[in-house]
């Protein structure tokens, strides 16, 4: 078994921290798994994408030529990203602030509207979390009991957020997503 | 009246049987003994941690009875900054001090001097300033006054090839990390009298944890400045004194910072 | 108790600096190994140890010159073009015997460069960077968890040899993140009360310097020196060997692109190929005895770096006359991947091979 995912976006997106999330949740499940962020300058509020692993045996190279999964949080991610994705792979696209433009047929397209989904949360910063929810979703294998404690694990500093955050997972996972 | 008998006596923070190897009449051997004499009175032999550097000044460890590190060209206030800082980590306080030249202080290393200063660094830092690179035969330094002929300035310093030397107690008494700044010389007995009280005082300051302490002290050169050593002394009181003035440009406790 | 984490390399180096008792850290910021200071500004004043954020790399390397002075264990961290500032006095720390421990994560360069990953200071740490006769000893990480491995024997080589010690990687493995564990250091404390500088009680005043007149005393400073290099080389070398006991070729590689050259043997490997890999973790000493044994039966080496061909000097010095050596490699900055480091390597071995 092998995966692999790029999560792009823009600075403030929280595209690290969903990352992180990600590569998180992979390990206390017992797999194998690499994080590769992009950084220095490049991140200063510009685009912002990460690039995880996930493994039943030891990582070798952590920089693929094709993912399977793309998380593309904004438009220049949907942009620059598509042709990363593999044959029979997915883009998962963030319809408040990008288009779907199916310039594939070999791959598969779903889309929601994260960023509304999150202001209709109450918070904009919870985007990346319905995010992960859609997508772990969309992965299969994993349930709302087996993530809630790495979220409470990854935000003991930030103890007022844990509860929008899971709500924003929940939500995710439970999203209701037409497959294209 | 009875006369005693007076011994001359060997500082114990000097080397038994040194023999010093400075040029006739320079002035690193009187400074050196004023520094013993003051680690010997204030009894930090057994505390202390000298940097030496490079340039005349280097010499320290073949002559101070302390233990000694040598840093690379203009880096000893920062090779002082981690001698102090971790035997700090380690619990336990030393006296650290460094012993350098003009060039080397105040031109080559003047970014980890100043640094030092600001930081606040508890080390006491003594500059001989000569007004030229003596060990390698008198060229031109940042505090070669104006129309000094030095080797690399064969016709004067001027401000069009040159610029201006650095008065550099001044500059290190603007920072507020500084507890002590003063210019001291040695031309006569009442300035060297004055210059041991006063290492003694910026050595005191850093006892007392108050911060950067800082000694300029004008130094003749005679064999780079080829005059004889009574010359050169001449030299300072007269000319030097007015680029330099000997002065205490910053006692914290007379006046802190605002 | 110790447990796996999803560690950062850079990360992974702080914490484990701080497990193995590192007690004075200076540093200076630069992409990519920042992260490395950020963590121990917040770590270091908590414990009371010394943390200063130097006016320069210049000013960084040479307090961490006089803390080590002092016998206690210090680290430097930066990357490529600002560890060329440090370069003149990691050539006294060698010459004065002093344990400095320097973590370089690399970026491209030469100059400036840029801040992406690179292996383009090979050269450098290994051959040396600053003046006179003195060697390095050059650790390369190639996983989080090998930084962490490799921070612990850093500070252990040191204080041992009494030398200064380089930590390797690249940007990459500065920035990624794996599963790692941290445990308690593993290595025994070194004695150093014989030449520490902590005042002259009781005991004649020491010094530490690299300036010597007597000329007849700086050659046998230097004959000492080297003495402690040749038990270095004899005692301290270390690689990993991949199927190379009958591999057709080796692929050699060190730091993270080693990974991928493992995936490339996986690779050859399903399809019948004997495809090996030689992965030096000490870069000094670098292992070339045992290079040098493997090409008596293996006749073809190819070398993988991100870079124009740095360690291929240390490979091509290793091996014996009648052996073909070939090298895959990008301008520093620019990573190799898996399937260009294949593309690369079918057309090398094309002609021995019909199913490629």
């Known amino acids: 078994m092998y995966k692999s995912f790029i999560i792009s976006g823009s600075g403030g997106q929280g595209v690290i921290s969903m990352g992180n999330a990600l590569a998180s949740i992979i390990m206390l499940n017992d797999f194998f798994v690499s994080l590769c962020s992009s950084y220095g300058a490049e991140m200063r509020g510009g685009a912002v994408n990460c690039e995880i692993n996930m493994s039943d045996s030891e990582i070798l190279s952590v920089r693929n030529d094709k993912v399977d999964y793309v998380v593309a949080l904004n438009q220049t991610s949907f942009d620059k990203f598509i042709s990363k994705v593999k044959e029979n792979g997915t883009i998962i696209v963030n319809l408040s602030l990008a288009k779907v433009n199916k310039i594939r047929d070999d791959i598969k397209y779903i889309s929601a509207p994260l960023t509304q989904e999150a202001i209709n949360l109450g918070n904009i910063k919870i985007t990346n979390s319905i995010a992960l929810g859609v997508l772990l979703k969309v992965l299969g294998g994993f349930s709302y009991d087996n993530i809630k404690p790495v979220f409470e694990k990854l935000l003991k500093n930030k103890q007022n957020m844990i509860q929008k955050n899971l709500e924003a997972l929940k939500l995710g996972l439970d999203y209701v997503l037409d497959k294209e | ?258 | 108790m110790s447990e796996k984490e999803l560690l950062k390399g850079n990360i992974a180096i702080a914490r484990s600096a701080l497990a193995a008792g590192c007690s004075c850290y200076f540093g200076y910021p630069i992409t990519p190994q920042t992260e490395i200071g950020e963590f121990l500004s917040y770590e270091m004043p908590k414990r009371k140890l010394a943390y200063v954020c130097a006016e320069s790399e210049i000013g960084a390397i040479n307090m961490a010159l006089g803390a080590s002075a002092t016998g206690a264990k210090v680290m430097v961290s930066s990357s490529s073009c600002a560890v060329s500032l440090m370069q003149e006095a990691l050539s006294y720390i060698a010459s004065d015997e002093l344990p400095v421990v320097l973590v370089n994560v690399m970026r491209a360069g030469p100059g400036q460069g840029h801040i992406y990953p690179s292996q383009g200071d090979y050269n450098q740490a290994v051959i040396g960077g600053g003046n006179g006769d003195y060697k390095t000893i050059v650790l390369a990480p190639s996983s989080v968890q090998e930084c962490v491995d490799m921070t612990f024997r850093a500070f252990y080589l040191s204080q041992k040899y009494r030398n200064p010690v380089i930590l390797l990687l690249d940007g990459m493995l500065g920035q990624m993140a794996e599963p790692a564990i941290i445990k308690d250091n593993p290595y025994p404390e070194t004695d150093n009360s014989s030449w520490v500088l902590n005042g002259a009680n009781q005991r004649p005043a020491r010094e530490i310097r690299s300036l010597e007149p007597n000329q007849n005393k700086l050659i046998r400073h230097i004959y000492e020196m080297n003495k402690k290099y040749k038990a270095l080389e004899a005692n301290e070398t270390d690689w990993e060997e991949y199927q190379t006991q009958d591999a057709d070729f080796i692929l050699t590689a060190f730091g993270t692109m080693a990974r991928s050259a493992k995936a490339v043997c996986n690779y050859y490997r399903e399809k019948g190929i004997k495809c090996g890999l030689f992965r030096p973790k000490t870069l000094y000493p670098f292992p070339f005895e045992r290079l040098r044994e493997l090409t008596k039966t293996t006749k073809k080496f190819i070398d993988i770096e991100m870079n124009m061909g740095q360690m291929l000097r240390d490979v091509r010095l290793s091996i014996l006359s009648n052996v073909q050596i070939s090298f895959i490699g990008k301008p520093v900055g620019d990573w190799l991947s898996e399937s260009e480091m294949i593309g690369a390597i079918d057309n090398i071995i094309k002609d021995c091979y019909a199913n490629i």
């Open chain 2, 1 to 258: 009246m009875q006369t005693s008998e007076i011994k001359y006596t060997v500082p114990k923070s000097i080397k038994k049987d040194t023999v010093f190897t400075f040029c006739p009449g320079c002035d690193h051997g009187v400074a050196l003994r004023l520094v013993a004499e003051v680690l010997d009175e204030l009894n930090l032999r057994e505390k202390s941690v000298a940097i030496a550097s490079s340039g005349c000044s280097v010499l320290l460890y073949d002559f101070l009875d302390v233990d000694c590190i040598e840093s690379p060209h203009g880096r000893a206030c920062a090779v002082a900054t981690g001698v102090k800082r971790a035997h700090k980590a380690n619990g336990s306080d030393k006296f650290v001090f460094t012993y350098q030249g003009d060039g080397d202080f105040a031109s080559i290393g003047l970014g980890e001097s100043l640094h030092s200063a600001l930081r606040g660094e508890n080390i006491t830092a003594i500059c001989i300033n000569n007004t030229n690179y003596g060990m390698t035969g008198g060229q031109m330094g940042p505090t070669s006054a104006m129309g000094q002929i030095t080797t690399t300035s064969p016709t004067g310093r001027n401000k069009e090839y040159h610029g201006f030397p650095i008065k550099t107690a001044e500059h290190i008494a603007l920072c507020d990390g500084v507890s002590y700044s003063a210019r001291v010389a040695l031309y006569d007995i009442k300035n060297i009298i004055n210059a041991k009280k006063t290492i003694k005082k910026a050595f005191e300051y850093q006892l007392e944890g108050l911060g950067f302490s800082f000694i300029e002290i004008l130094s003749s050169c005679p064999t780079n400045w080829k005059l004889s050593p009574s010359e050169a002394h001449k030299k300072i009181e007269n000319e030097l004194t007015k680029t330099y003035p000997i002065k205490v440009f910053k006692d914290i406790k007379e006046t802190p910072n605002v």
